[in-house]
């Protein structure tokens, strides 16, 4: 889009200029898309509808002058008296001096703000001159910083309306704006602005919403042809009847959705292609065997795969149950940084030599001395656990390999198609039959004595219990001294019969491992933790898991949690002791009683927190859309998503009608320099 700089409006000089760069306006344009965040409809009420401490509009004529007082450093007040249906109101105006000298005895003033009953007083928010009825109904508010003033913005913006009528160039394509019945660029812009109705409004608003999310999704799926096109990877092949035969003697059927996962990622190796795909699922559906079946196909033909995992315990695991799966077809090893000295040698060698298939392991997969032979085909797990670096470092060791992401955080479809955009995404959203799901209790704190007799008859039919202790924000010393506390306590009460394991982030890995290893043998019944346990452990005897103050867990974290047990045949049970104070606080543990279908968490978590929350604000990598939002707006982004998929594979892109629209998209910094991450 052309910028005209701001200076070209009328009346606008270099100090409006510089007021308006406080606010990241540069020019007409930026004005232009200066959006209300919200708008205030005003609607007068008689003074007998009234109710204390509410927000209300009223209109009134000035009978006195306005008396003004100042207080403190640059303090105000003014306060005025009006006459409002034959009574004496007062109208109280903070920190808004100048305000005096417009307004005179006799004239008319509308006043919206917080009504005191008592003393027949309104706190006013906002004000206009004159009777309501000369008011606009729907009134923008917008963010204002330093010296800007609502009504002074308001004029500028219409003058930038007026100097942009009749110049301004369309950028979306009349198919769409016929399509989805969506006002013009200049008409949208002006109710944005100016809305005349509710209606104008939602349309208005409509518009930009497909605009946002459309021009956003073009730009993801052209990222995303782009790196695939950017990078041959290698076609594998494989012999189809090996691989079915594997699948075959496997000592399940898979669900369809595990099938149609495989499938997706079948068609990737074979592509000549790079894979940049991810695996989504919840905890147990199943992604392991998912990930073997890629890793035997990529070993059919020819290729060795590496498996990155966050922690040794789960490396351990993971290399354990590959090792079981494959049953000798293939060859796997295991490397974690606490494999030292000459064993660590023979395995560097054996890589080197192509003597191995597939190599499982934490962050030393990436060290220097580690070269790969034939690397064809990397899996991440957990992947957001893993910087783009180390991603990046363990797909340069390879040749050209295949990359598959797997995540056991359900992520809501909305999100996952606009922070994964650019990557393909495969989902598991089934579990292998004959699972019983966690039955999720939630308890108050004074029930502990009760929780603790349940928990000890579950260990007495010979099964196990996790213990999880109060997280307190910021602070690893004082969660020790959590997770201290509650060790002795429980110690005090298990032993000694049953043994109780102390687990926390202080420990050394070693020490760790020490318990897990205990744990896992079932020397030790109760283990006491922090939420370190959280990711991956599989422990399928263990029956209980029980939060300590669940309500200061993300809802997402609990379910993590609670994923550690039901892994098993028996009947697994979850325990949240939380005492939560606030409604939205109570709701989570509802509704975590009323499911285990982590994506179903995971949208309430969506509508609960919102899209910038979700992620934690770190990592979000969502874009910042002005008007489009990803909560309610869903529906609009599924259909942005697809046109933009019509539009990049038809070519449509490249006609005439498109050109304005390629040219916004194109002039995305991302698609400057390196495409590849
Ligand atoms: P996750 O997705 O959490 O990594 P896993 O791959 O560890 O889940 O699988 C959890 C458990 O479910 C494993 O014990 C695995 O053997 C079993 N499993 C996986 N797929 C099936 C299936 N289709 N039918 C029955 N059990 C399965
Ligand atoms: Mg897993």
């Not at 020790?480 to 060790?487: A, E, T």
């Not at 379910?559 to 325990?575: A, D, F, M, T």
Request: net charge neutral; proline share 4%.
């Amino acid at each position: 889009m052309n910028k005209t700089p701001v200076e070209q409006l009328p009346g606008v000089g270099e100090k409006v200029k510089e007021s308006l760069q406080g606010i990241g306006i540069e020019s007409v344009e930026d004005l232009l898309y200066y959006f209300p965040f919200r708008y205030e409809t005003y609607e007068v009420k008689s003074l007998s509808e009234l109710q204390h401490d509410e927000r209300a509009t009223i209109e009134g004529k000035v009978i006195y002058p306005p008396s003004l007082v100042f207080y403190g450093r640059r303090k105000s007040k003014l306060t005025l008296t009006l006459e409002v249906e034959s009574m004496i109101v007062k109208a109280v105006l903070f920190n808004r001096a100048f305000a005096k000298d417009q307004l005179q005895p006799g004239d008319w003033i509308t006043v919206t703000g917080k009504w005191d009953q008592r003393k027949l007083q309104v706190t006013v928010s906002q004000y206009h001159k004159g009777k309501a009825k000369h008011l606009q109904p729907i009134q923008p508010v917008y963010p204002l910083r330093g010296d800007i003033k609502l009504q002074r913005l308001k004029r500028w913006i219409s003058s930038a309306l007026s100097f942009s009528n009749g110049s301004l160039e369309e950028y979306i394509p009349k198919l769409y704006l016929k399509q989805y019945k969506l006002p013009t660029l200049f008409q949208a812009l002006h109710t944005m602005h100016f809305p005349e109705n509710h209606f104008a409004l939602k349309h208005a608003r409509r518009r930009f919403v497909f605009e946002e999310l459309f021009i956003f999704q073009l730009k993801m799926q052209l990222l995303r042809k782009k790196k695939k096109e950017a990078t041959k990877g290698n076609t594998k092949n494989w012999d189809k009847i090996s691989l079915q035969e594997f699948v075959d003697q496997l000592p399940f059927e898979l669900t369809d959705a595990q099938k149609q996962s495989s499938r997706e990622i079948l068609l990737d190796l074979k592509s000549p292609f790079r894979m940049n795909r991810l695996l989504q699922g919840d905890v147990g559906s199943g992604k392991t065997i998912v990930a073997a079946l890629s890793v035997y196909a990529v070993h059919l033909s020819g290729y060795q795969s590496a498996i990155m995992v966050p922690t040794e315990i789960l490396a351990e695991q993971h290399y354990q149950s590959l090792s079981e799966l494959f049953n000798n077809r293939v060859k796997v090893v295991l490397l974690t940084g606490s494999i030292k000295g000459k064993k660590r040698r023979e395995i560097v060698e054996l890589i080197k030599n192509n003597q191995v298939d597939v190599i499982v392991g934490t962050h030393a997969l990436i060290q220097d001395e580690i070269e790969y032979s034939k690397l064809g085909f990397v899996v991440v797990d957990e992947q957001h656990r893993f910087g783009v670096q180390q991603r990046r470092i363990l797909r340069e060791k390879g040749l050209v390999p295949d990359v598959l992401f797997m995540t056991a955080t359900p992520i809501p479809r909305t999100l996952s198609i606009t922070a994964f955009g650019d990557m393909d995404v495969s989902t598991i959203d089934q579990m292998p039959v004959g699972r019983k799901p966690v039955k999720t209790y939630w308890a108050k704190e004074q029930m502990i004595s009760r929780v603790l007799h349940f928990i000890e008859e579950e260990v007495k039919k010979g099964h196990q219990a996790y213990v999880i202790c109060p997280l307190i924000e910021e602070s690893e010393k004082l969660d020790i001294q959590n997770v201290l506390d509650v060790y002795q306590q429980l110690t005090a009460y298990f032993s000694p019969v049953y043994q109780v394991g102390l687990m926390h982030g202080r420990l050394s890995n070693e020490e760790k491992e020490n318990v897990m290893r205990e744990y896992a043998k079932n020397n030790v019944q109760v283990l006491v933790s922090t939420t370190v346990v959280e990711v991956g452990v599989n422990v399928p005897n263990a029956t209980v898991m029980m939060i300590y103050d669940a309500e200061r867990f993300g809802l997402a974290q609990l379910h993590q949690l609670r994923g550690r047990v039901g892994r098993g045949k028996e009947q697994s049970y979850c325990i949240l002791l939380a005492d939560p104070k606030t409604d939205v606080g109570k709701e989570r543990m509802q509704v975590m009683t009323q499911t285990t279908d982590g994506f179903e968490l995971s949208e309430f978590d969506l509508k609960l927190r919102g899209p910038g929350d979700f992620f934690g604000k770190k990592q979000s990598g969502l874009p910042d859309f002005k008007v489009a939002d990803l909560v309610h707006d869903y529906r609009a982004l599924e259909t942005a998503r697809k046109d933009a998929q019509q539009v990049i594979e038809s070519g449509l892109l490249e006609t005439e009608e498109f050109i304005n629209l390629k040219k916004i998209v194109e002039q995305d910094p991302i698609f400057q320099g390196e495409i590849l991450d």
